[in-house]
């Protein structure tokens, strides 16, 4: 549910995954992490060494290589050494865990036999080569059957989506949105032990701090009597059930929506809508308010008022050309919102208001929360967007990322370390060159904009 971002948390679905690989600005390009398995299958190939710890069910073992990231935890030398040391690790949070009120028998029961998955130490440090647009992500997420399903739970949950607005006052439309985009409406929620792959990871790699509490925290939720342990399965850095929570915002956002004495959010939908309406209603959700609106960008605009940390009115954007997409007025003139255009100056813009960066807490990607408030949209009955996507534009692979990243630096408007993987600075950087060569300050990393740093 809080989705995994360096030095925060996270859901890693597909989804996320997905949006994380988009040629897209997004500051947490870069931070989301996690494999494609629940939407294509793996794309990873193991080789090298297998490793002592097998991979669960059947799945790919580890491949025994050092993990793409260089961060000295992730060499396959420190994780073997880790590896070995895993049971002492284990057992070395007993104290933390006794602190947290769990009795020494749960906690040795629910940690008996526990053997790392280390395949989790490649999914984590995958860099994948080639990216989605933000139409293909789209089209994968916002699609025909997906809609359909979604009305169908809408109908067959109606009780229960009407109590859980009347009560945090959260669109039932968004929740089921969540529901349907995290895990398809619980058909792809993860096959992994969340026990199992958050015990690895607070014993082995780069985030062993974070995950130690993740760990606990699951060991919290087994203690209290939520969930039993063959519920608790979920994505390789344990977000679980329907709406990926992970272990930590369990604890901080579920409820007992039926007063049943459990907060079971995986096969409870009365606690699974309410828990997710509260996690929304938490972060600032504006009830009765919308996420954001498709506008027209008006020719010769100037793209560097496109940044998140611009908040202006809409009357103030009225005042620079921008109209809502539909021809539509805007509701409300006095609300401030921010302008995202996610494929440049070729594809459509929108206006995002507070409710838009309320989904933005629950994921950190741009690219997942447009996806999340244009299925609620769709769900309430609205439209596609109305202006098309530059679907002629070919994505970059990661050697032409990296590429893109090296020619900005060597002319001084990239100042970090290329690696491939964009994200604000990258982002900027473009959009600093453009505006010297007088092309749109729009960001969007196309071939075009490749060939123009090469001197073509």
């Known amino acids: ?74 060499t396959a030398a420190a994780i073997r050494e880790a590896a070995g040391n895993f049971s002492n690790c284990v057992a070395g949070m007993w104290p933390d865990a006794a602190r947290r009120g769990i009795t020494q028998e749960n906690f040795q029961r629910f940690t008996e036999g526990l053997a790392p998955d280390l395949r989790i130490m490649d999914l984590m440090d995958s860099q994948p080569e080639f990216t989605k647009s933000i139409w293909d992500y789209l089209d994968i997420l916002v699609n025909d059957n997906r809609l359909a399903k979604g009305k169908e739970i809408l109908a067959q949950y109606k009780a229960q989506f009407d109590a859980a607005e009347r009560t945090y006052g959260v669109d039932r439309t968004i929740i089921a949105a969540i529901w349907g985009i995290e895990s398809n409406y619980s058909t792809q929620m993860g096959d992994r032990s969340v026990l199992q792959s958050t015990a690895t990871l ?58 049943d004495g459990r907060r079971d959010v995986v096969d409870n939908p009365t606690d699974l809508i309410a828990s ?34 611009r908040m202006m009115t809409i009357a103030q954007w009225e005042k620079l050309g921008l109209k809502r997409a539909t021809g539509q007025p805007f509701p409300n003139p006095a609300e401030k919102a921010y302008l995202l255009a996610p494929a440049g100056a070729q594809g459509p813009g929108f206006l995002m208001l507070q409710n838009f960066r309320v989904i933005m807490k629950y994921n950190p990607a741009e690219a997942y929360a447009l996806a999340i408030g244009h299925f609620a949209d769709r769900l309430r009955g609205g439209q596609p967007f109305v202006q098309p996507w530059p679907r002629q534009e070919r994505e970059l692979s990661r050697n032409e990322r990296l590429e893109l990243q090296q020619l900005l630096a060597q002319r001084g408007f990239y100042k970090g370390t290329p690696d491939g993987q964009f994200g604000g600075q990258t982002r900027d950087a473009l959009r600093n060159f453009q505006a010297s060569i007088g092309a749109p300050a729009d960001g969007f990393a196309s071939s075009d904009v490749l060939d123009r740093l090469r001197g073509r």
């Not at 915002?249 to 007063?259: C, S, W």
Request: hydrophobic share 40%.
């Open 1 to 74: 549910m809080r989705h995994l971002v360096t030095g925060a948390t996270g859901s890693l679905t597909g989804a996320t995954m997905l949006a994380a690989a988009l040629l897209f600005p997004l500051q947490a390009q870069a931070q989301a992490q996690n494999g494609l398995s629940n939407l294509f299958g793996g794309i990873f190939s193991g080789s090298g060494p297998t490793p002592q710890a097998a991979a669960p069910g059947g799945a790919q073992p580890w491949s025994g290589e050092d993990g793409a990231s260089g961060h000295p935890l992730m």
């Open 202 to 259: 607070a014993c082995i790699g780069r985030r062993q701090a974070y995950f130690k509490d993740e760990f606990l925290s699951a060991l919290e939720i087994l203690n209290r009597g939520d969930l039993r342990p063959e519920q608790m399965r979920g994505s390789w850095a344990g977000a679980f059930g329907p709406t990926q929570f992970m272990p930590t915002a369990f604890k901080r956002f579920a409820v007992d929506g039926d007063g």
């Open 276 to 309: 997710t309406a509260n996690n929304l209603k938490k972060d600032g959700w504006q009830s009765g308010q919308t996420w954001g609106f498709e506008v027209v960008v008006p020719q010769g605009f100037n793209y560097m008022l496109a940044d998140r940390a």
